[in-house]
Nanobody, 125 residues
Framework: QLHLMESGGGLVQPGGSLRLSCVAS????????IGWFRQAPGKEREGIGC????????WYDGSVRGRFTISRDTDKNSVFLQMNNLKPEDTAVYYC??????????????????WGQGTPVTVSS
């Protein structure tokens, strides 16, 4: 059974950094397309970045572009989200997920499945 698990969240001061991990179990992640999402309190879940197949195509939402970096390590069966220069508005629960079909848009969480349980990130002084 395909399963994803996020980790690495925590409390960090504004301007700080965190590295989130998305580890796959039950399948070989390889170059599976993976999306990163977040959901702040009282808000809808939003897509912040996706990594594609072996071409390494990566998309970032404008709110995180230049600060966040997505990468993958196939040996670790993992995808990572490096978050730098964190801001209070980045506070949210962060999730990874896989698209349910080849026709997906990173900005549409409904195009994704196999959600992990999320990892909370709090940016506060």
């Amino acid at each position: 059974q395909l399963h994803l698990m996020e980790s690495g969240g925590g409390l960090v001061q504004p301007g700080g950094s965190l590295r989130l991990s998305c580890v796959a179990s039950g399948f070989t992640m390889g170059y599976t397309h993976i999306g990163w999402f977040r959901q702040a309190p009282g808000k809808e879940r939003e897509g912040i970045g996706c990594i594609g197949g072996d071409a390494g195509s990566i998309w970032y939402d404008g709110s995180v572009r230049g600060r966040f970096t997505i990468s993958r390590d196939t040996d670790k069966n993992s995808v990572f989200l490096q978050m730098n220069n964190l801001k209070p508005e980045d506070t949210a629960v962060y999730y990874c997920a896989t698209p349910t079909s080849d026709d997906y848009a990173c900005i549409r969480p409904t195009d994704f499945g196999s959600w992990g349980q999320g990892t909370p990130v709090t940016v506060s002084s």
